[in-house]
């Protein structure tokens, strides 16, 4: 992937809007939000993502028709890059975004188009995700959240976890079973439901960092119209794995631009403090480096692509390159980095207990590597328990 002058030309546009933006009651955002300081001032954050929304900055890669740009991966990944170079606060309704709105582009109604698409466009309202359950993450296909149709709505019951953002969402994509006695992906439904309602309980989860940014779930008779499915019923373990197939995409590359920050960062902190001079971490530091340009590489050669193999390996190589800065963070801080530092803690040991999630989340490492063994390898698959 290059990019040609009409490329650079829209970067300047990005970069000087952004340079305009960040100012007056934006000024102070810089930099918040970020992975495990989602909690971080979300009001300011929700005005400047609609402040985004009015200059016609989200939703860039949606057609023009749905309220998008129909900006090009090329000027999507310029996007994101300028975005996390400017350090604009991270945005708060990613998953709309980013997850059900593709989604629903490709597989929703007309109607579920016109009444879902608007909203998340102009971020008047926020998503969550609720696949993961306490007994279905990496094995997905065992969800057992039900949902019954009694004509009008679907009553659904059961539990969801993990949900990142539902204590601010609106609304929740839901997969749940509605053909009971069916197993794994079989008579499973997409449902849409809204979040604000007596039948759903959110309850915050505390994690490593301090923080709550996700929660537990719970659906107690909890009711959407019958019309809020994606596909037809029984069908939502196809529409499921699209979305989890979008989950991958331009936003990567922006990500990486705040990974070389982060590096850039720790390489002045490790001049500052002598750590530099050790020669051990003079050569973690120059791997890291070197790392961070693989990814990059990589990342830049197998966007465009579809490759299910591909998006594993790009999972693999930045999940654990994130999680190894973490670790060198604390080797460069020395013996202090065990003191809580912060609120409860600094920007560091936020980074080295965050970055444990990134080997987690959208698939763990091990899921990755089963991915790479079965499809690339050509190795047979795993055997059940
Ligand atoms: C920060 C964060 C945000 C998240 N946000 C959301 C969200 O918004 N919505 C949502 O639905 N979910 C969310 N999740 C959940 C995430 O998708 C799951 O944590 C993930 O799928 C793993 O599932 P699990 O936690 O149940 O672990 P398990 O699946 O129980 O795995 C436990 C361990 O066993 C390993 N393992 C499991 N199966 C295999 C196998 N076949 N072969 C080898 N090893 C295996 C795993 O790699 C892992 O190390 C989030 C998770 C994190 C950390």
């Known amino acids: 992937?290059?990019?040609?002058?009409?490329?650079?030309?829209?970067?300047?546009?990005?970069?000087?809007?952004?340079?305009a933006s960040l100012t007056g009651e934006f000024a102070g955002l810089r930099g918040a939000g970020g992975p495990g300081r989602e909690h971080e001032r979300p009001a300011e954050r929700l005005a400047w993502h609609r402040h985004l929304a009015a200059a016609g900055w989200t939703c860039l890669g949606w057609p023009s028709e749905h309220g998008g740009r129909d900006a090009t991966l090329v000027q999507q990944v310029i996007f994101h890059e300028e975005y996390a170079r400017a350090d604009a606060p991270?945005?708060?309704?990613?998953?709309g975004e980013e997850l059900l709105g593709p989604t629903l582009i490709a597989f929703g109604t007309p109607g579920q188009k016109a009444r879902f698409l608007p909203p998340i466009r102009n971020v008047r309202e926020l998503w969550c995700q609720g696949y993961s359950e306490p007994g279905a993450g990496s094995d997905l296909a065992s969800v057992?959240?039900?949902?019954?149709?009694?004509?009008?709505?679907?009553?659904?019951?059961?539990?969801?976890?993990?949900?990142s953002g539902a204590h601010e969402a609106d609304w929740c994509?839901?997969?749940?079973?509605?053909?009971?006695?069916?197993?794994?992906?079989?008579?499973?439904?997409?449902?849409?439901?809204?979040?604000?309602?007596?039948?759903?309980?959110?309850?915050?989860i505390r994690q490593l960092t301090g923080t709550s940014e996700f929660n537990e779930v719970f659906f107690d008779g909890a009711r959407t119209a019958a019309e809020n499915v994606v596909g037809e019923p029984g069908d939502g373990?196809?529409?499921?794995?699209?979305t989890l197939a979008i989950e991958r995409g331009a936003a990567m590359l922006g990500q990486q631009v705040g990974f070389r920050r982060e590096l850039g960062n720790l390489l002045r902190l490790a001049r500052h403090t002598g750590?530099?001079?050790d020669p051990l971490l003079r050569d973690k530091l120059a791997r890291a480096w070197i790392g961070l340009e693989v990814i990059r590489e990589y990342a830049l050669d197998t966007l465009d692509g579809d490759d299910d193999t591909e998006a594993s390996v790009l999972k693999i190589l930045w999940s654990r390159w994130?999680?190894?800065?973490?670790?060198?963070?604390?080797?460069v801080l020395g013996a202090p980095s065990a003191l809580?530092?912060?609120?409860?803690?600094?920007?560091?040991?936020?980074l080295f207990l965050f970055s444990r999630a990134d080997t987690i989340y959208g698939g763990s490492d091990e899921i990755q590597r089963n991915i790479i063994a079965s499809r690339a390898l050509g190795l047979p698959r795993e055997a059940r328990p």
């Open 340 to 350: 809580a530092g912060g609120d409860p803690y600094d920007e560091w040991q936020r």
């Open 90 to 95: 991270a945005r708060v309704s990613i998953v």
């Open 237 to 242: 373990w196809r529409i499921a794995k699209a």
């Open 275 to 277: 750590a530099g001079q």
């Open 1 to 19: 992937m290059r990019f040609t002058p009409q490329d650079e030309e829209f970067r300047q546009r990005v970069r000087d809007w952004l340079d």
């Open 173 to 204: 994509f839901v997969l749940a079973r509605t053909e009971p006695g069916s197993s794994r992906g079989r008579g499973l439904s997409y449902l849409l439901v809204p979040m604000r309602q007596p039948g759903i309980t959110v309850r915050p």
């Open 144 to 163: 057992s959240t039900r949902a019954v149709c009694d004509g009008a709505e679907w009553v659904i019951t059961g539990q969801k976890i993990w949900t």
């Open 322 to 331: 994130h999680r190894e800065l973490g670790e060198l963070a604390m080797d």
